[in-house]
């Protein structure tokens, strides 16, 4: 099974930008998103805070005139060296809510009309992963429901490495926060954090909630199925929704990130190995092997990610036992399954439901 709101087949609808789009996956070192839309959200923040652009954007290989142009394009390493910046200058332990609040609707043109359209949270997460490239580029959400809940969990595209906590702060908070804004309520969250519970703990009950858990080996968002399809009072004329679509649809797109592309191949079990992967890709193992470190990512770590992803699905979704999902992902016994299943995220299944006590 894979998400929902994740199309198994290439999107025709899309035109390729260049060539080398043709091999199926884009990288961190292409310089592929523009910089005046989510990486500007987050200077104006800085340059709020009276931090100099020459200070944030020194090593990036980015000028902040060049961005004020509207055609400066940023590839992920770029935006990976804002962040560390960003980071290190700025005076706070609020930076990433802050840029998740702004990240949407946001400042898109027609991207940030067609997410105003949005009539529930599914049609939200069908267009984020239909407009990724410009509303969901670093990570990307991925539904996961039964006839109960609903789990979004948030995959990481390219590789993020020391930054992808921040981003997941960031991101998480900003869909949160869309969804308190569009329902003009708020919305009973669970919310499951991959990284340890960090000093600043007071800034997540402000911007998230009181349902916040920490070392859950993935980045989740879990409520009631019924959410999902909570009709919102519309913000946008049907005229300009359908333009806003027409619009969108004429735009190009790069292809999916290297590490969402082999997660994809993996959650659908076309490949199991890393020569099945580097088979599938037109790679050599080598190279494949290459790729992966260039993204901060191992076959294994990509693996293991997508197993325990099956794991926090069916064990607090579906509600499903150790032995049920220990069938479902073929291995041989229960106790090779714990065994596994602590690698993948440090701890024994028991200990994983005990800390999500009260996680559904």
Avoid at 68 to 84: F, K
Avoid at 319 to 331: D, K, P, R, S, Y
């Amino acid at each position: 099974m894979w998400p929902l709101a994740w199309s198994s087949a290439p999107d025709q609808r899309w035109q390729p930008l260049a060539p080398q789009r043709a091999r199926g996956w884009s990288e961190q070192d292409e310089p592929l998103f523009a910089a005046h839309f989510q990486p500007a959200l987050l200077m104006d923040i800085l340059n709020a805070r009276g931090i100099s652009s020459h200070q944030y954007l020194r090593g990036s290989g980015v000028f902040y005139d060049d961005v004020l142009a509207g055609e400066q394009r940023m590839s992920v390493q770029q935006w990976l060296q804002l962040l560390t910046s960003a980071r290190a200058l700025y005076d706070g332990d609020d930076l990433s809510f802050r840029w998740g609040h702004a990240l949407w609707p946001g400042h898109y043109g027609e991207f940030s009309q067609l997410l105003q359209g949005c009539e529930s949270l599914a049609h939200v997460i069908q267009v984020m992963a239909d407009y990724r490239a410009v509303l969901a580029p670093l990570m990307s959400p991925l539904l996961w429901s039964d006839q109960r809940y609903c789990m979004i969990s948030w995959q990481d595209n390219y590789g993020l490495g020391e930054q992808a906590a921040f981003v997941a702060e960031a991101y998480m908070t900003g869909l949160v926060g869309y969804c308190r804004w569009r329902s003009d309520s708020h919305w009973p969250w669970r919310i499951g954090f991959a990284h340890p519970s960090p000093s600043y703990r007071e800034q997540y009950d402000v911007n998230l909630g009181d349902a916040i858990f920490f070392d859950v080996g993935a980045n989740v968002l879990l409520i009631e199925r019924d959410f999902l399809h909570q009709r919102w009072p519309s913000s946008l004329s049907p005229t300009a929704l359908n333009v806003a679509q027409r619009h969108c649809l004429q735009q190009s797109q790069p292809a999916l990130g290297f590490v969402a592309q082999a997660m994809l191949a993996l959650r659908q079990r076309k490949a199991t190995s890393l020569e099945q992967l580097a088979e599938l890709f037109g790679l050599s193992p080598a190279t494949c092997k290459r790729k992966l470190k260039k993204h901060h990512s191992s076959f294994q770590q990509l693996q293991d990610r997508v197993r325990l992803e099956q794991c926090q699905y069916r064990f607090h979704v579906c509600g499903w036992t150790n032995e049920q999902v220990a069938a479902h992902l073929g291995f041989s016994d229960v106790t090779n399954f714990r065994r596994a299943y602590k690698r993948w995220c440090g701890m024994t299944p028991s200990a994983s439901k005990r800390r999500l006590l009260g996680f559904i």
